[in-house]
């Protein structure tokens, strides 16, 4: 099978947790069996290969989330780049162009597309393998996935088909409605749509060359920040005749917010947190080093980052996004394919950053105009190399680089530094990086 999964967005509804480097399906909140947890991306990734152990998955995305996606999934995962964010279809013909100038998949193989963000079980990547099967039956140029509505939501569009057989010709579809809309819609048989659907490779390429001027994948990446943005629904589905939808009865969740989000955890406390017995319908998770404690509180939400701390009514965490809108600040966490890092404080004159560096990885080899940096190694060794020079490092040892210096870190074994950087200008954008044997 030949799967795409769309992550994309910067999930600013679960704030504090996410941001634009992590959005929410890199938060690890779901227990596995062995009692540690996983994200949303790798728990799917994971059911697919237990579904389907040759299933090629590509991962549709952007470039600020690449380095996460190693972090999570290792580097052997397919990752299709957006340069920019140019809505589903844009990033949709890129992944698709990928796959076969790439890849070499062939022109008359199946691609299924599906969010990366669902709380779904296993009998979904089965009905995966089915939509599948029906797209390469040639029946229809879309096979969609319809989810049978389990309540009238005004959050999702709506698929009308034609009957209630399990597999069915597309009679309309309609706008995200209100709620009384929406119950008549359910009435008349009406599915939400998921966004999931199936292809064979060749019919999106030649869609993506109506609309678009381009070569192949390398021409369509070079001009793609001067592509139109436009949903696939709008610019393939709702303008295709010979379309079916395939009903889907399991489970599923869009784990868009904090309300729904919660819903879905095993465990009510993530991380150094503890409630009395007073408390119903409360979850929280807490990634600081300091203990938070809840009295007394009904349907709650309390969520802790280096971001910021977030005490929330359920319904009412839904109402999130315009507020953290208004919130301006460096980004404080992320995790990167060779670790992660952390900001511990912010002065006018100087930034301390926690790094920690998984064993065999490196820093980029580079330098920095306007500060100087201290590293002090806290945990694991390495070596450092400073302007061609090699040092080794263990715990307690301390690196100064002034500006200017060239300079990177290799962990030998993982290797946990505090970096301290001082100057009158910090910023990201001062780094100039350079060649490294």
Not at 161 to 180: G, M
Not at 222 to 246: C, G, H, N
Not at 330 to 352: C, N, P
Request: aromatic share 8%; with cysteine.
């Amino acid at each position: 099978m030949n799967i795409v999964l769309l992550s994309g967005g910067s999930g600013k509804r679960l704030w504090p947790l996410s941001n634009d480097i992590r959005s929410k399906q890199f938060i690890k909140i779901f227990k596995k069996d062995d009692g540690t947890y996983e994200s949303m991306v790798q728990r799917v990734y994971r059911q697919i290969k237990k579904v389907d152990s040759d299933a090629k998955i590509t991962i549709a995305t952007s470039k600020t989330q690449v380095s996460a996606i190693h972090h999570q999934l290792g580097d052997n995962v397919g990752i299709s780049v957006e340069p920019c964010r140019r809505d589903t279809f844009p990033a949709i013909a890129l992944a698709t162009a990928y796959l076969h100038d790439v890849l070499g998949v062939a022109e008359e193989e199946v691609v299924v597309v599906c969010p990366v963000d669902p709380y779904v079980e296993d009998n979904y990547f089965m009905t995966l393998k089915a939509l599948e099967r029906q797209a390469e039956k040639g029946e229809a140029n879309l096979v969609l996935m319809g989810m049978e509505p389990t309540y009238p939501s005004e959050k999702y569009g709506y698929i009308i088909p034609e009957s209630k057989d399990d597999v069915s010709t597309v009679a309309t579809f309609k706008e995200k409605p209100d709620k009384a809309t929406a119950e008549r819609y359910i009435e008349q048989g009406a599915l939400w749509n998921g966004g999931v659907f199936a292809y064979r490779l060749k019919y999106v390429l030649e869609r993506a060359h109506e609309y678009i001027d381009f070569i192949d994948y390398q021409d369509l990446f070079a001009k793609y920040d001067t592509l139109t943005k436009i949903s696939f629904d709008y610019a393939v589905v709702e303008k295709e005749d010979k379309i079916q939808v395939m009903r889907f009865s399991g489970q599923w969740k869009d784990l868009g917010t904090w309300n729904t989000l919660t819903e879905s955890m095993q465990d009510s406390i993530i991380g150094d947190a503890m409630m009395n017995e007073e408390c119903q319908g409360v979850n929280i998770i807490n990634e600081l080093d300091v203990p938070i404690l809840a009295m007394g509180l009904h349907n709650v939400v309390i969520s802790a980052s280096p971001e910021g701390i977030l005490v929330s009514d359920k319904e009412q965490s839904s109402y999130i996004k315009p507020y953290v809108d208004k919130i301006s600040q460096q980004i404080m966490f992320a995790e990167k394919s060779w670790g992660s890092f952390r900001v511990l404080d912010v002065e006018d004159k100087s930034l301390t950053i926690k790094v920690k560096l998984h064993a065999g990885n490196r820093m980029n080899y580079h330098s920095h105009k306007n500060r100087d940096e201290v590293w002090v190694c806290i945990a694991g060794e390495g070596k450092t190399v400073v302007d061609g020079m090699e040092q080794k490092i263990k715990a307690g040892d301390v690196v100064t680089m002034q500006a200017g210096c060239r300079h990177t870190v290799l962990a030998e074994k993982e290797l946990e530094l505090i970096e301290v950087q001082l100057g009158e200008d910090i910023n990201v954008r001062d780094k100039q990086k350079f060649p490294f044997d």
